[in-house]
């Protein structure tokens, strides 16, 4: 079992930044893929990025390809999203997830955190 803890969501003007950490429970952080997702007031949940156990594949969404950067410390049993150039579009829920399947990068993973709240005003 896997538990998920997501922080550092707020509000924040257009065009500004946020760092996301998510902090995982469990010794095998390390094994497993790990993704971060968004859902929208009346939207539904839409995938943002995923980076597998070694960070050695990571994808991004076209909406946020060149903005977001994931990564991850395994020793600290912690993966981040910063987001940079924000848009009021970016305003959403941002779940982190997590999968024992080291390089798995779908929308099915198996453990979900309970979220956190981002807001970018125009």
């Known amino acids: 079992q896997v538990q998920l803890v997501e922080s550092g969501g707020g509000l924040v003007q257009a065009g500004g930044s946020l760092r996301l950490s998510c902090a995982a429970s469990?010794?095998?952080?390390?094994?497993?893929?790990m993704g971060w997702f968004r859902q929208a007031p009346g939207k539904e949940r839409e995938f943002v990025a995923t980076?597998?156990?070694?960070?050695?594949?990571?994808y991004y969404a076209d909406s946020v390809k060149g903005r977001f950067t994931i990564s991850r410390d395994n020793a600290k049993n912690t993966v981040y999203l910063q987001m940079n150039s924000l848009k009021p579009e970016d305003t959403a829920v941002y779940y982190c997830?997590?999968?024992?399947?080291?390089?798995?990068?779908?929308?099915?993973?198996?453990?979900w955190g309970q979220g956190t709240q981002v807001t970018v005003s125009s």
């Open positions: 997830a997590a999968d024992p399947r080291a390089n798995y990068f779908g929308k099915t993973f198996s453990y």
């Open positions: 980076i597998n156990w070694n960070s050695g594949s990571i």
């Open positions: 469990g010794r095998t952080f390390s094994s497993y893929a």
